[in-house]
């Protein structure tokens, strides 16, 4: 049974930084993708970055140059650095991973970018 837990939301204020984390439980396969995506209210769900298992990584073009996805493999865990926030990165955001092609989630974590 894989489990997927983050953390690392709060609230910060216009310009600064968070850093969430996913960490990954269960039987992890060498080959896989994880994932941030996000949802604020009233809107869908949308890929913020993915990494896979070869390093390669993806970003939607909303966050590029602010946000870094990166990968602990000893800690099965992948992280991701936001800078320069803005009001439009509030929201929940939830940890995705692709194991033996099954998609997981998390159960979310809430991102505030308030003054």
């Known amino acids: 049974q894989v489990q997927l837990v983050e953390s690392g939301g709060g609230l910060v204020q216009p310009g600064g930084s968070l850093r969430l984390s996913c960490s990954a439980s269960g039987s992890i396969p060498s080959i896989y993708a994880m994932g941030w995506y996000r949802q604020a209210p009233g809107k869908q769900r949308e890929l913020v970055a993915v990494?896979?298992?070869?390093?390669?990584?993806n970003y939607a073009d909303s966050v590029k140059g602010r946000f870094t996805i990166s990968r602990d493999n000893a800690k099965n865990t992948v992280y991701l650095q936001m800078n320069s926030l803005k009001l439009e990165d509030t929201a929940v955001y939830y940890c995705?991973?692709?194991?033996?092609?099954?998609?997981?989630w998390g159960q979310g974590t809430q991102v505030t970018v308030s003054s």
């Open positions: 990494i896979i298992s070869t390093g390669s990584t």
């Open positions: 995705n991973a692709i194991f033996y092609g099954r998609t997981y």
